[in-house]
T-cell receptor, first 115, second 110 residues
Framework: SAVISQKPSRDICQRGTSLTIQCQVD?????MFWYRQQPGQSLTLIATANQGSEATYESGFVIDKFPISRPNLTFSTLTVSNMSPEDSSIYLCSVESGGGSYEQYFGPGTRLTVT | GQQVMQIPQYQHVQEGEDFTTYCNSSTTLSNIQWYKQRPGGHPVFLIQ?????EVKKQKRLTFQFGEAKKNSSLHITATQTTDVGTYFCATNFGNEKLTFGTGTRLTIIP
């Protein structure tokens, strides 16, 4: 299984600012996924990030608000731009286990509070 | 979009009682996965089912995939305090993206 780290683990930010979340994997992976989990809710996929191409965003999420970088096969960043209190959430990155199985391994998450 | 519903949303059980959560889809699923998320933690993969009528066990946990591959269940026998958390089913609807169910939050009364 992959070991995934995220930074920061939590942050409190002022509205109107931006925060970049980093996700590091201990092995090379083709696809990385970014999710949002609002308090007490399920996980919602924001985008899929492939190395060497632009991220694919899900309905309701746009690149201007959530720009994603994927510079190599072990690293990705998600930026939450021009934040508002509605962006307060947990942001998680994940990777597939590979080998034809679709199970995913998740990072520990970044808990974001926007004031 | 395609959705996966889970019931119940919350379940409070006395320690030692059994617990079951159900996952339902209106469409036939190619697979179903189950994840557990402890309070303050991240989702952790438990198991994947792919065959119609498949049943898998992990100690006190029993996972079942319906014959029509539209529903699944997770049953925990004799719950313990370590079982506390939210249980999610998830499926990929034939592509690489996972769609998570709404989740069932389990609390245990000691």
């Amino acid at each position: 299984s992959a070991v995934i780290s995220q930074k920061p683990s939590r942050d409190i930010c002022q509205r109107g600012t931006s925060l970049t979340i980093q996700c590091q994997v201990d092995s090379q992976v083709t696809m990385m996924f970014w999710y949002r989990q609002q308090p007490g809710q399920s996980l919602t996929l924001i985008a899929t990030a492939n190395q060497g191409s632009e991220a694919t965003y899900e309905s309701g999420f746009v690149i201007d608000k959530f720009p994603i970088s994927r510079p190599n096969l072990t690293f990705s960043t998600l930026t939450v731009s021009n934040m508002s209190p509605e962006d307060s959430s947990i942001y998680l990155c994940s990777v597939e286990s590979g080998g034809g199985s679709y199970e995913q391994y998740f990072g520990p998450g970044t808990r974001l509070t926007v004031t | 979009g395609q959705q996966v519903m889970q019931i119940p949303q919350y379940q409070h059980v006395q320690e030692g009682e059994d617990f079951t959560t159900y996952c339902n889809s209106s469409t036939t699923l190619s697979n179903i996965q189950w994840y557990k998320q402890r309070p303050g933690g991240h989702p952790v993969f438990l198991i994947q089912l792919v065959k119609s009528g498949e049943v898998k066990k992990q100690k006190r946990l029993t996972f079942q995939f319906g014959e029509a591959k539209k529903n699944s269940s997770l049953h925990i026998t004799a719950t313990q305090t370590t079982d506390v958390g939210t249980y999610f089913c998830a499926t990929n609807f034939g592509n690489e993206k996972l769609t998570f169910g709404t989740g069932t939050r389990l609390t245990i009364i000691p």
